[in-house]
Structures are given as structure tokens and as C-alpha cells.
């Protein structure tokens, strides 16, 4: 069983959302100097790198014919 055209569309919308937040966390990691932020965008990077590997399956199984 698929997914509607629009359901997919939304998945692929917080799909890149959550693309663009890993990227931004792990960038500003390396501008911080305060450990306990470091440690938070770590752990924001890792959380949102997560999310994109469920969405992407989501993605993909509700693509597959």
C-alpha cells in the first residue's frame, strides 16, 4: 500500500528540513567553543541525521510500486 502524492510530498517537505538542520548543526559544531553547545548541536546532528534516514525510508516505501 502507497502513499497519496501529497502525503509523500509532505514527508519529502520535513525531509529537507531536517537535511538542511543536520547540515547546520554539524557547521556551527565547528564555530562553537562553549562545550555544553557543542555537545547539544552534537547531539541536535545526530537526531536529525536519524530523521532523514526514517523519512527517506518512509520516502521509499511509499514510492515503491
Known sequence: MGYAVHEI???HEMLT???ASTAK???MR???SDKGLKDLLQEDAASSQQAVKELSEII???TAT
Do not use: C, D, Y
Open 17 to 19: 528540513i531536517r537535511s
Open 9 to 11: 510530498l509532505e514527508v
Open 60 to 62: 521509499e516505501k511509499g
Open 30 to 32: 565547528g564555530l562553537a
Open 25 to 27: 548543526s554539524t557547521l
